[in-house]
């Protein structure tokens, strides 16, 4: 799993969170990565394909939920999964001032204060203050 793509790289801290529950997994995981096995790459990239998926539909939501632009949309999803200012920064290749501005802004479209208050945005009814939800 190689971390030249953001993908692989979220599949990588999927693999390590589920290794807590099962230890093995992920040496295995690695092991059959490395030598080529055919089966496990078709698997690593389907999981691709499905986390891209997902996004491109949490993203949509928010963008036609929230109003947000397509970057403030992704800075959104990178904050819920845990990302800090940096990280996000340099996942999407721009400063960290610019993802506080986005920040600022996702916030008052929003109507939330803090970052930790950004995940309820995807399990309200997108638009849905919630009061109204």
Not at 7 to 22: F, G, K, N, P
Not at 38 to 53: E, K
Not at 100 to 128: D, E, I, N, Y
Request: aromatic share 4%; net charge positive; with cysteine.
């Amino acid at each position: 799993m190689s971390d030249e793509k953001p993908l692989d790289h979220r599949l990588l801290q999927q693999a390590e969170a589920y290794s807590r529950l099962y230890p093995s997994i992920l040496p295995r995981l690695k092991a059959a990565m490395q030598a080529g096995n055919p089966a496990v790459q078709a698997l690593v990239l389907s999981m691709q394909t499905a986390l891209s998926q997902a996004d491109d539909q949490r993203e949509r939501q928010l963008r036609d939920g929230w109003g947000l632009s397509a970057k403030e949309a992704r800075v959104t999803l990178r904050l819920i999964e845990g990302s800090t200012v940096a990280d996000c920064a340099a996942d999407m290749g721009i400063a960290e001032s610019t993802v506080r501005t986005h920040v600022k802004s996702v916030f008052a479209k929003t109507g939330r204060t803090r970052q930790s208050q950004l995940g309820s945005l995807l399990q309200l009814r997108p638009g849905v203050p919630p009061s109204e939800a």
